[in-house]
């Protein structure tokens, strides 16, 4: 199928009047939604309102960093406190182990290995 050149001129010359009232009216079409179509304008009391809310947004985030660091601070003295704390079960797992092994080894002196050790341990009493 070829196109001729003179077709479409014959084309436009014959319907002129009706592409003239479509694109008239698209034009119209275009025009009454670009009036009608309220605009996005902030008043000036509004816009205010506005920037004091971003203002104060802003300074609630500065809070927040101040707020995150103290947390921090607390959240590594918080560590070093619980190593504090294992640090002192295991001394009180040691030294139960050691008051074990005393207390049953006494078991197992004789009369006079007993009077040595009652003697060193209270001659300072007196």
């Excluded at 084309?11 to 003239?20: C, G, L, R, V």
């Amino acid at each position: 199928m070829k196109i001729n050149l003179n077709d479409i001129l014959d084309f436009f010359k014959s319907n002129y009047k009706t592409i003239a009232k479509v694109i008239l009216i698209i034009f119209l079409l275009y025009w009454v939604i670009y009036i009608f179509t309220p605009s996005t304008k902030v008043s000036e009391e509004s816009q205010k309102k506005l920037d004091n809310l971003s203002v104060e947004i802003n300074k609630l985030q500065e809070e927040q960093v101040k707020l995150h660091k103290l947390l921090e601070g607390y959240e590594s003295k918080i560590d070093k406190v619980d190593n504090n704390i294992q640090i002192i079960k295991n001394t009180k797992i040691q030294v139960a182990k050691d008051y074990e092994k005393k207390i049953n080894s006494i078991t197992y002196y004789s009369n006079s290995e007993l009077t040595e050790f009652f003697t060193k341990r209270y001659s300072n009493l007196y």
